[in-house]
């Protein structure tokens, strides 16, 4: 299992949890939109790693480019006064749910593979 | 050992680089999201407290309203004490009189005469569009308030209250956003200003050319009604009356800064 993905995870939050950088509150709600389109990216990412489809260009332009859209989509949302973030949180929420559960399997399926091969070694 | 794991990794699934770069991007995003959040969270009120806090202060209010009459019956009972106290010898009913009167001067009993009753509300109209005459001017301030009572004052009004609060020798008129506090309390237009003297000089120094109703009248007349009273009740006095500061000078005041400060409580 691939733990470097965590592990930078973990080291980028705890770095800019430190140093004293906070936006505007106005702007939180686009922040957090596009944090959720992050995240999803790279679920996304994880998932078409290990099924063996991964471009890095697709990776990568779709990490800025969907981050950048959700902080968008939620912006015009405010202009026009409709609730865009909501379609945001809906299909992002959903993929990652569906992204999450297939690298959960692949996983489990790699546990249970990996433990009947040292059933059959012993 | 464990570097050649990861090494492995990276060189074994191509996937595992990007995502990791990207990752600590969406770690740095996680970070300052939070903390955004949490700055929110600490400066502003969560909206949905809104209402309970407007039931609390209802609530307080409703206790304000309810010591503030217990304060009054309790002040009555005191007096009734020191009446009482006062059939004991002729020493202390001298006392009581000079305790009596003095607590009547300080505007903590309940008066009644003749008098005036002043009328101050907020106009109804608007300034017509283009109009120098800012809105400012439709309203009553507490300045207005402040004069009118000063005038009443000086024409010899011995007693006086904006909406039942008692005008005393500290009373404070001020404004506090959109309402005007006396004695602490917030009141709100209409402002009934009951005045206890005589009603012709009071109404006549209320009425005098250029005089301190004389700018109101002029932006709309139904903002001022003065009505002659041959009987007006005006309530005591009921806020605190703690002096932390002020000690009286002297023995024999001394004395009766003690006794007076002891009913008052």
Redesign the interface.
């Known amino acids: 299992m691939?733990w470097?993905?965590?592990?930078?995870?973990?080291?980028?939050?705890?770095?800019?949890?430190f140093v004293p950088?906070?936006?505007p509150?106005d702007?939180?709600p686009y922040?957090?939109l596009?944090?959720l389109s992050?995240?999803d990216?790279?679920l996304g990412?994880?998932r078409?790693?290990i099924e063996g489809k991964?471009h890095?260009d697709v990776?990568?332009s779709g990490?800025i480019f969907n981050?950048l859209l959700a902080a968008l989509l939620a912006y015009l949302g405010d202009q026009i006064g409709v609730d865009l973030f909501l379609a945001a949180v809906v299909t992002l929420g959903g993929r990652m749910f569906l992204n999450l559960s297939l690298i959960r399997r692949y996983y489990l399926t790699q546990w249970n593979l990996s433990r009947q091969r040292d059933a059959e070694r012993t | 050992m464990s570097l050649n794991v990861?090494l492995s990794?990276?060189r074994n699934?191509?996937?595992?680089a990007?995502?990791?770069?990207?990752?600590?991007?969406?770690?740095?995003?996680?970070?300052?999201?939070?903390?955004?959040?949490q700055?929110?969270r600490s400066?502003?009120l969560p909206s949905n407290r809104f209402s309970g806090l407007a039931a609390a202060y209802r609530d307080q209010q409703e206790q304000l309203k309810m010591a503030n009459e217990e304060i009054s019956k309790l002040r009555e009972r005191t007096t009734q004490y020191e009446n009482e106290m006062a059939s004991a010898s002729e020493k202390t009913k001298l006392l009581n009189e000079a305790l009596q009167e003095a607590k009547f001067l300080a505007g903590l009993t309940e008066v009644e005469g003749p008098g005036v009753e002043v009328v101050l509300q907020d106009s109804k109209k608007r300034p017509p569009a283009n109009s120098p005459i800012d809105i400012e001017n439709y309203i009553i301030h507490d300045s207005d308030l402040q004069r009118v009572v000063n005038e009443l004052h000086a024409a010899g009004a011995e007693a006086v209250a904006i909406n039942g609060q008692r005008i005393i020798a500290n009373t404070a008129i001020r404004c506090v956003g959109p309402t005007v506090q006396v004695n602490g309390i917030a009141l709100s237009s209409p402002y009934v200003i009951s005045a206890i003297g005589d009603p012709d000089t009071l109404v006549s120094a209320l009425n005098l050319p250029q005089g301190v109703l004389t700018d109101i009248q002029a932006i709309d007349p139904n903002m001022v009604k003065v009505v002659k009273k041959d009987k007006i009740r005006i309530p005591a006095y009921t806020g605190s009356l703690v002096f932390r500061y002020a000690k009286p000078v002297g023995t024999t005041a001394s004395n009766a800064g003690k006794e007076e400060e002891k009913s008052a409580r």
């Open positions: 691939n470097l993905p965590v592990i930078a995870l973990l080291l980028g939050f705890f770095i800019f949890y950088l906070a936006l509150s702007y939180a922040l957090s596009a944090t992050g995240l990216s790279i990412g994880i078409a790693g991964f890095v990776f990568v990490f981050t | 990861f990794s990276i699934n191509p996937w595992v990007p995502v990791t770069v990207m990752a600590l991007v969406l770690g740095a995003l996680l970070a300052v999201s939070l903390k955004t959040q700055s929110i400066t502003s």
